[in-house]
């Protein structure tokens, strides 16, 4: 991508010589000749870099470089200066110019000054991802934190009813707390097999596959979970669908999960009213292979919730999940290159997507 430079002069030839040399270093130039011009550009432009004279009529390039910077702190100025200006320059750098160059310019002189800017542009980039990491590790803690907590005051709690049941030889209170105990091993199950698989490296075992096979057995396998529950479970495949190369086993992974989540979320329901309704569907789309949908007819997402819905160990279901299924699942699809959603209203369902390329093999 052509990198793009204001550049600020009142002395025509100065400005052509520039444009010239900044040209054949691979920049797209916008020019000015004198500050009010320039911040007026620079605003609808917004470069990365501006390079500007000291001196100039109506607003000089002192004034420039603090409006600017009020505009964009990260803006990397870079000043022109003539010999008896040095002191001015100086002062351009308290006010956080990048550097300054003296006239006649040098042409090393310059892409040094520009080395300079892009170095400070690439640093800045580096600490800005470094503090997203940060944050995005922060956060996967806290969540990991918050879930293993949640777990410990389940086991806690089922020790002290079953305790209770058998100090005062109470068969239901026993039963009670070794079903609550019961409930937080498997989740401690959940969340150790589910974490390993998240963080180990994945070796993506590509085939050639019927996209719908993959729909009708995971369909297979929960309609009798949904049976029990008098969850209606549908399946709409689209007809004619190329075989796609993919991992089989992984993307099954990811539907079963989806499937299994909207079989939960619409037992919860507390509404007598309305069959409960999970639907399983392909869809042909342009631009890509396959779409996958997985639809139910439960109360829906909050909005807060669908911005946190693929982060770490985050869950729809409360205390009652981990978070890690929907962390696996985001991650295998994008192994695949593909992406996937979720759209959601309160009260009026969910529906999530997955979309793979049509050619995944490399």
Request: proline share 2%; with cysteine.
């Amino acid at each position: 991508m052509e990198e793009t430079i204001l550049l600020v002069d009142d002395e025509e030839d100065i400005c052509e010589v520039l444009c010239i040399s900044l040209s054949d270093l691979g920049y797209k130039v916008f020019t000015a000749e004198n500050g009010e011009e320039a911040l007026r550009i620079f605003k609808d432009v917004r470069p990365p870099i501006v390079l500007t004279d000291i001196r100039m009529p109506i607003m000089d390039g002192i004034e420039l470089l603090r409006k600017v910077k009020e505009e964009n702190a990260n803006t990397e100025v870079i000043m022109i200066t003539g010999h008896g200006d040095i002191d001015l320059a100086i002062k351009s750098l308290k006010y956080e110019a990048t550097d300054f160059i003296t006239k006649p310019i040098n042409t090393d002189a310059l892409e040094i000054a520009l080395k300079r800017a892009h170095e400070r542009i690439s640093m800045r980039r580096k600490i800005r991802e470094y503090t997203e990491n940060l944050e995005r590790l922060v956060n996967e803690i806290f969540g990991l934190s918050h879930t293993i907590k949640t777990i410990a005051s389940g086991l806690e709690g089922g020790t002290f009813v079953l305790e209770k049941g058998i100090a005062l030889d109470q068969k239901a209170y026993v039963h009670q707390g070794w079903e609550m105990i019961r409930l937080s091993v498997e989740r401690i199950k959940e969340l150790s097999l589910g974490f390993l698989n998240y963080t180990k490296p994945t070796l993506l075992n590509y085939q050639l596959c019927d996209p719908n096979s993959l729909v009708n057995e995971v369909f297979n396998m929960v309609k009798h979970r949904a049976e029990q529950h008098n969850v209606t479970l549908k399946v709409e495949t689209a007809p004619g669908l190329k075989a796609l190369y993919l991992d089989p086993e992984r993307i099954h992974r990811c539907l079963l999960n989806l499937v299994t989540n909207a079989i939960d979320a619409v037992i919860a329901e507390d509404s007598c009213n309305k069959g409960k309704e999970v639907i399983l569907k392909t869809r042909r789309v342009n631009g890509w292979g396959v779409e996958y949908q997985v639809l139910d007819n439960g109360e829906g997402i909050d909005d807060g919730m669908k911005e946190k819905i693929f982060d770490s160990f985050f869950s729809t279901k409360g205390a009652g999940g981990t978070g890690i299924g929907l962390m696996i699942t985001k991650k295998i699809v994008s192994e695949h290159k593909g992406v996937i959603e979720v759209h959601s209203e309160k009260g009026a369902g969910t529906k999530f997507t997955i979309r793979l390329p049509e050619k995944t093999q490399t």
